[in-house]
């Protein structure tokens, strides 16, 4: 069973940049693909980026495709979303996430399709 702390978040202006980590814990980090999410105020939580079990293959939002860099450092048991060129709509709470996949065409988009989640970290960009 995975456990996953998020952390970097913070307030940036428009155009910045913020790299967010997330930790994992209580199983073997490589079994898992990874993903991050992200969800406003009173919206529905959203799908931004994913990772396979080992780095080879990513995916990404359209919204965020060419600012984001999802990645992954299985020796520390950490993934990483790099956000450049941040907007003010990319404000909210962002979460990663992990289910136990270790294919390597592994596509997971969907809320539904993780098992485990961090506790979220809030990014902020100001206008």
């Known amino acids: 069973q995975a456990q996953l702390v998020e952390s970097g978040g913070g307030m940036v202006q428009t155009g910045g940049s913020l790299r967010l980590s997330c930790a994992a814990s209580?199983?073997?980090?490589?079994?898992?693909?990874m993903g991050w999410f992200r969800q406003a105020p009173g919206k529905d939580r959203d799908f931004v980026a994913a990772?396979?079990?080992?780095?080879?293959?990513?995916y990404y939002a359209d919204s965020v495709k060419g600012r984001f860099t999802i990645s992954r450092d299985n020796a520390k048991n950490t993934v990483y979303l790099q956000m450049d060129g941040l907007k003010p709509e990319d404000t909210a709470v962002y979460y990663c996430a992990a289910v136990r996949d270790f294919s390597y065409s592994a596509r997971y988009t969907r809320v539904y399709e993780y098992d485990y989640w961090g506790q979220g970290t809030q990014v902020t960009v100001s206008s």
């Open positions: 990772i396979t079990w080992n780095g080879d293959t990513t």
């Open positions: 209580g199983d073997t980090f490589s079994f898992y693909a």
